[in-house]
């Protein structure tokens, strides 16, 4: 089973590939997806949940600067990105508010293994991981209706509900699971990526299939928009670092952090929200992302004293 873990986190946007290919050319392999991202999504979260313990939001605390512009950072460049994206290419209302929606959505784990890939400050990332995550409740809907209501209705304490329950419950249970059970969690949290990667692997398969005929249509100009989205969250992550001086290893962890997106919790939101064409951006973010991650990884953890 270790072996079998750690062959699938190296090779997860491989595999996200793989997934969205079957379930482009044979949907009806992951029909049965759609119905259950949110639990699926909510067993993401748990098992990120038991990773942490309660002393770990106390880094939170100790760095306030640092994770403040952080989410700062993350929480304006991105909405207004997608924004703008989306008016730029003047996408009807669904996908429009499927691109929102990820621009408006918190940081995921994702972004913590790449920054520690990059060499960068992951006790940031982690950080704020789990600061926009806490604020995705009020933030996330709120972004939403102000940035998307004009393509659609956008139901604010609906929206924040759902995020409570399949992010914010699932999280504090692990907690609990984690300090109550610590030697039991220790034995199983190696397997916890395994765990995780399926259900990505799942959702995207799931999405994918049910918009099949969609994405052949407009695939590749919601590709080019994911693209464009990502590539300028890193870039303008790592300008607004810089503009506040931060060091080398804060810098790509911003970069990163603002980059890369729970793109799960985007599509599982936009499925019962909106309609599964919303969940199109979400489900493309996502073998994006892990593709662009790495890379972005792999060069940054080379130029560590060029950046600085």
Known sequence: MEKISSFVTKNMALLVVAVAIIALVIPSSFKWVPPR???????????????????????????????????????????????VLAKIFQLPPELAAGVILVGTCPGGTASNVMTYLAKGDLALSVSMSMASTIFAPIVTPLLTWLLAGAWVDVYFFDMMLSIVQVVIAPILLGIIVNNLFAYFVRRVVKFLPLVSIVA?????????????????????????????????????????????????????????????????????????????????????????????????????????????
């Open 200 to 308: 990505i692997l799942l959702i995207v398969g799931g999405v994918v299939s049910v918009n099949a005929d969609k994405i052949l249509q407009t695939g590749l100009l919601v590709m080019l928009i994911v693209v464009l989205h990502n590539l300028c969250g890193y870039g303008l992550g790592f300008c607004a670092a810089k503009i506040f001086k931060m060091n080398v290893a804060k810098t790509k962890a911003i970069s990163i952090e603002v980059g890369m997106q729970n793109s799960g919790l985007a599509v599982s939101l936009a499925m019962v929200h909106f309609s599964a064409t919303a969940a199109i951006p979400g489900a493309l973010f996502s073998v994006w992302h892990n593709i662009s991650g790495s890379i972005a990884a792999n060069y940054l953890a080379q130029k560590s004293n060029k950046l600085s």
């Open 37 to 83: 991202i949110p639990m699926l999504l909510g067993v993401i979260m748990f098992g990120m949940g038991m990773t942490l313990r309660v002393e770990d939001f106390k880094e939170i605390f100790r760095r306030p600067r640092d994770v403040l512009i952080g989410l700062l950072a993350q929480f304006t460049i991105m909405p207004l990105l997608a924004y």
